[in-house]
């Protein structure tokens, strides 16, 4: 379940990613496939460049005897469970609040969640020694807010408000406008999105593959993706 949950959040990313590009690309009245590439260069620098690492553990690729066989393929499960949160979700969180100015980490970060991406922010917020509010639903599992209070400790403040995630997502903005802060969105931003394709960042070097191809696979995507409309939803 949490490897589904996972590819539905990664799908999720590269949805609104790919919203972000039209709506740069119709900003400036851009009508030449030049521009695709050059945007997408911009989202595989952030990813390269992704700094992870000082909260987050390079995971194991491990052979899944199980699955391939039932697809005769030679199935592999990137192991992001083995995370200090037990999700992918620390990347993201910690590549977007690591790359605030300092005036932003001074006033702190919110962010709305009722899970693994709660607990990411909660972590890099203690160990980059800011501020964070966590605004959670009212429904959430008692053990998710204490595991988010372990993470955070001191820096940071659960706040339990509403009946469902739209509500606690309202309070959330509510408190950014009034105090100013970030919002540390869980996957609606290019820091984040960028943290999180980290996890497939050393995947060539794992499986041996062509660093090369595998670069040219992810830009042929997003052209395909952008000009066509497809829906990978």
Same mark, same amino acid.
């Given at each position: ?50 700094? /992870?690492?000082? +909260?987050? =553990? ?5 052979? *899944? ?8 393929? %030679? ?80 820096? /940071?403040?659960? +706040?339990? =408000? ?5 509500? *606690? ?8 406008? %009034? ?55």
């Amino acid at each position: 379940r949490e490897i589904l949950y996972g590819i539905k959040a990664m799908r999720r990313s590269f949805s609104v990613s790919l919203d972000r590009v039209r709506s740069w690309r119709a900003s400036r009245s851009l009508a030449s496939p030049d521009c695709i590439p050059a945007v997408a260069s911009e989202y595989l620098v952030k990813i390269m460049n992704a700094n /992870v690492y000082s +909260v987050a =553990h390079e995971t194991p690729l491990n052979y *899944a005897p199980t699955l391939s066989a039932s697809t005769g393929n %030679k199935v592999h499960l990137k192991r992001e469970d083995t995370q200090p949160c037990f999700s992918f979700k620390i990347r993201g969180a910690y590549n977007r609040i690591n790359n605030l100015s300092p005036e932003q980490r001074e006033r702190g970060v919110v962010t709305c969640s009722a899970g693994n991406h709660a607990q990411g922010v909660a972590m890099s917020a203690n160990a980059l020694g800011i501020n964070a509010t966590i605004v959670m639903p009212l429904a959430t599992p008692q053990i998710k807010v204490d595991s988010v209070r372990r993470l955070g400790g001191e820096r /940071v403040e659960v +706040v339990l =408000h509403g009946e469902n995630f739209d509500a *606690a997502s309202a309070e959330a903005n509510r408190r950014v406008e %009034k105090n100013n802060q970030t919002l540390i969105h869980p996957f609606n931003d290019p820091d984040v999105i960028a943290g999180q394709v980290s996890s497939s960042s050393k995947l060539p070097y794992c499986m041996k593959i062509n660093v090369y191809v595998t670069l040219r696979c992810f830009l042929f995507l997003l052209y395909f993706t952008f000009y066509t409309g497809y829906n990978w939803s």
